[in-house]
């Protein structure tokens, strides 16, 4: 089996909606995976059901509509979210301008069997220094995001000046 096809009956479809997201998404470029998948592009994989996205701040809206029309729930917070009904498959937007930034750095790689822009691996860093810095988030996803770092400080030690002492102490 293909990772796409072991994702896809994990989820419950969510190889699937990761293409129509794509699909989506392409139609409104540029755009950048971030987050825990995104690490994945760089070291040895985890399971994660979400799929941290970056958009240019005025096409929320309407990837907002476009999604909706494609059976996806769309909710809005201080960020957007949208999952289809019976899939795991969670989509989290970010509206945090500081990864606007992310979008110029991005390259193509190879996730769920698609060729997707991802962010570059430094801008990956300093997006999971600024989510596990916050103290807002649930602790479970700090420490995931902790946990991600850690997972990079191991395969790239040249990054680990971008992390905080308390997580490079741990490599």
């Known amino acids: 089996m293909t990772a796409a096809e072991i994702y896809e009956s994990v989820t419950n479809g969510g190889a699937s909606d990761f293409a129509e997201l794509v699909t989506v998404l392409n139609e409104n470029k540029p755009w950048c995976l971030i987050g825990g998948l995104a690490v994945n592009c760089y070291v040895e994989p985890v399971y994660t059901v979400d799929v941290d996205l970056v958009v240019v701040a005025a096409n929320l809206e309407q990837i907002g509509r476009e999604l909706e029309a494609a059976r996806f729930r769309v909710k809005r917070f201080e960020h957007l979210n949208a999952q289809r009904p019976g899939s795991k498959l969670n989509v989290q937007f970010t509206t945090d301008v500081r990864y606007q930034d992310f ?18 691996l430094e801008d990956i860093v300093r997006g999971k220094v600024w989510a596990w810095q916050d103290e807002q988030r649930r602790s479970t996803k700090r420490k995931k995001d902790e946990l ?24």
């Open 103 to 120: 979008l110029a750095r991005a390259t193509e790689r190879e996730v769920l069997s698609r060729r997707i822009p991802v962010a570059n």
């Open 148 to 171: 991600d770092l850690i997972r990079i400080g191991e395969a790239y030690p040249q990054l680990r000046p971008l992390m905080p002492p308390q997580v490079v102490e741990q490599l």
